[in-house]
């Protein structure tokens, strides 16, 4: 009766009050209450067991005596019967029997030894020494046999007594749990695996309150929760309330409830005071599932926000330790520039313009500071250098000696910086005339503005042989005429045609012109004209540096075949181009070199 009543309280009572409490409309289900019957026997003053335990104190306390009274006490309870009280209950016998209608069904009691069972007969001393004897198991049976034999005892507490007590304290740690109920169903009394007694079940049923407790299962909620507890769990779904809930729980829950998808107002929830009820499972089965979706997002946005502030943290000490080097490295070049224009103070008045200036030593973290201050000192004595001379056209000259440094890269010690570079040398020849007529018909006829260059060359025909030509650059083509009559042998060359240039280690003039989609061509310049006069002149028409090669052989193509020349110097007659076994070879004649370094003070060909 104790644990039916439990079960009522916990499952069906609590709940439906529970409903009530926090303004859920509901409506009863009524259910059978056994508390009648709890109290029916254990009131502390009129029930059963307080009864049989005051017949248990008497020294004339009888069975008959107890039934007695329970037939005087209990006359107007209708759950408890005997003869004496009903004469029409046959199932009793008369002074002996009683019955109680318990919510499993009817017992009927025989009284015949009550009192005698549920005295305590157990002294004192036999539990002082079943306390003190030698086993362990004995000792925690019976704790009370410690107490000293001078100690006074009460009355030791009936059988029945000890079984309420027992009972008490079983209820009150049930009643602090949580609930969880498993109902086993007798299928016959015969314990037979085959048989199924309708009856007997459908009895078991009825008394164990099944039919109540699904009719509120099935009218009630399946979950129920605290809105704080509710929100905590599930923020993240709504924008509104992640990370941080400005709003009231229920507000909040209301929103969380619909960015999830759930109809609120289909009865699937149910707003209570203080929790949130949830009708189907379901339904909750959604809210963990959009939960477990939404869980590593966040976790990537948590592991993005951590990975940025650490990597924020490792900027500000790479920016702190740059601020230190960079002041550190300000400093140094303050000395340095101190020391600079100590050194460099009225050097726009010497003559050399500081060239012979010794240089401070390079201390770590002054290197580039120095390197541009070189780089500026240059351009600034260029610029003074350059100032001095009037003459547009020596400036000019000094432009393309520039331009021919640059090109050579200093691969070539001697290139006729040292000469005048007239660049129209045909013009200053004895058939200026005729050179000029020619140029003029050629320059009419092709678009061409301006001559910037003209010489007298040898050149190597594909046939291996050579003809003495006369080159002549415009601001558009190149030209290869006839040493006599100045008549074009071939349509002029594009200067856009021309990808690159070839010179030898040597002094020699000799040219090779790289060409795009054609044989190329092998020039040996002849007179005061410099092959690096050409070559700078030819990048400054066509608006751009032009790759140069410079060694003692130079490949070319010649025919669709790769080919090579070789340039040397020998007593010969003239200067001239030679086929030898591994491809061409420009034959410098010896007088011809002696005087080319005699133009620039040099005698000895072994110099």
Known sequence: EK????????????????????????????????????????????????????QCTRPNGSDKAFLAHMDKQLKNEPRYSS????????????????????????????????????????????????????????????????????????????????????????VSLLASKEPFYIRCIKPNG?????????????????????????????????NRQTYDIFVQRYKMLCAKTWPRVRCPVQEAAKLILAAAGVETTSGAVAFGKTKLFIKEPRTLLKLEQQREATIPKLVTRVQAHFRGWRQRKVFRKMLAVHRIVSFWRRSKVRDCLSKLNAAFAGVATRPDLGKNQAWPAIVPGTQQFILHCKKIHLCWRARTILARYKNPQVKEELVRKALALDMLQGRRKFWGYQYHWAGNYLALSADKDKFAAAVVALCAKNGDTKVVFSAYAHKLNSKGKQDERAIIVTDKHLYKVDAKTFKATKAPTPLSAITGFGLSKGEDQAVVIYMNDADDVVLGLT???CSAEFVSLVAQAVGHNLPVTVGEKIDISQGGKSKSIKFQVENVGKTQFTRRTSGFT???????????????GLTDLNE
Request: hydrophobic letters at 35%; aromatic letters at 8%; glycine letters at 4%.
């Open 190 to 222: 015969n314990k037979s695996a085959t048989e199924f007694d309708q009856e007997m079940v459908t009895h078991q049923v009825r008394y164990l309150g099944l039919m109540e407790n699904l009719r509120v299962r099935r009218a009630g909620y399946c």
């Open 527 to 529: 007179g005061e004209a």
């Open 586 to 600: 420009l034959v410098t004649r010896k007088t011809s070199m002696q005087t080319i370094q005699a133009r620039r």
């Open 83 to 170: 003869l004496q009280k009903t004469p029409t209950d046959t199932a009793c016998t008369r002074e002996r029997d009683f019955r109680i209608c318990h919510f499993a069904g009817d017992v009927v009691y025989n009284t015949t030894q009550f009192v005698e069972k549920n005295n305590d007969t157990f002294f004192q001393d036999l539990k002082r020494m079943l306390h003190n004897c030698k086993l362990a198991g004995m000792k925690e049976m019976w704790p009370e046999g410690a107490d000293a034999i001078t100690e006074v005892h009460k009355m030791p507490p009936t059988a029945a007594t000890t079984f309420k007590v027992s009972m008490e304290e079983l």
């Open 3 to 54: 644990l039916q009543q439990l079960f009522i309280e916990l499952v069906l009572k609590r709940e439906q009050e529970e409903y009530a409490t926090e303004g859920v409309p509901w409506i009863d289900v009524a259910y059978f209450d056994n508390q009648g019957i709890c109290k029916l026997v254990d009131s502390p003053q009129c029930g059963i067991i307080a009864m049989l335990d005051e």
